[in-house]
Antibody, heavy 119, light 110 residues
């Protein structure tokens, strides 16, 4: 049974870099796309980006210039960095395991979420 | 404005059924990409309800079912229970934007 546990700084000042890490328990990285998803206050879910077991990334075009998703296979962890944060980046951030069939990806399970406030 | 359009809210009495729609376009659902559905309870992580248009993960009651036709998909919930009150999101792949979600639908059990 795959389990995800995430952590990172919950309060940032504008222009700082958001940094979150997600640990994967009960599975290796192969065969899945490891993703970050956020929910801004009062709004829906927004996919941020993904990384696969070989380190290939795919990012949301609207965030691409500010995002880096990386993998540490030795620790079974993957991470998100979002630079030049603004108040618009205030959100609940989730890591998620993506099972896939070509471009069709579905997310299960999800991490517990980390509330990040930029103020 | 979400790429996938869902009604903001639906409601139903206990025991009744509701349907939540998810409308896309020819760059996502209409292009043949699958639709997946999630249930999101306040203070918890979203939970996968339906994947691949109409498949239920282990543990999801058969009161939940999904369908897809053309550039739209639907989530049907029968025999409403109080614990079904939550936000529901559809998700698919878009040729230009990669993974996209609907704006979410709040289900109220009356």
């Amino acid at each position: 049974q795959v389990r995800l546990q995430q952590w990172g700084a919950g309060l940032l000042k504008p222009s700082e870099t958001l940094s979150l890490t997600c640990a994967v328990y009960g599975w290796s990285f192969s065969g899945y796309k490891w993703s970050w998803i956020r929910q801004t206050p009062g709004k829906g879910l927004e996919w941020i980006g993904e990384i696969n077991h070989s380190g290939t990334t795919n990012y949301n075009p609207s965030l691409k210039s500010r995002i880096t998703i990386s993998l540490d296979t030795s620790k079974n962890q993957f991470s998100l960095k979002l630079s030049s944060a603004t108040a618009a980046d205030t959100a609940m951030y989730y890591c998620a395991s993506g099972e896939y069939n070509w471009n069709d990806v579905w997310f299960d399970p999800w991490g517990q979420g980390t509330l990040v406030t930029v103020s | 404005q979400s790429v996938l359009t869902q009604p903001p809210s639906v409601s139903g009495a206990p025991g009744q059924g509701v349907t939540i729609s998810c409308t896309g376009s020819d760059s996502n659902i209409g292009a043949g990409y699958d639709v997946h559905w999630y249930q999101h309870l306040p203070g918890t992580a979203p939970k996968l309800l339906i994947y691949g248009n109409n498949n239920r993960p282990s543990g999801v009651p058969d009161r939940f079912s999904g369908s897809k036709s053309g550039d739209s998909a639907s989530l049907a919930i029968t025999g409403l229970q109080a614990e079904d009150e939550a936000d529901y999101y559809c998700q698919s792949y878009d040729r230009r934007l990669s993974q996209v979600f609907g704006g979410g639908t709040k289900l109220t059990v009356l």
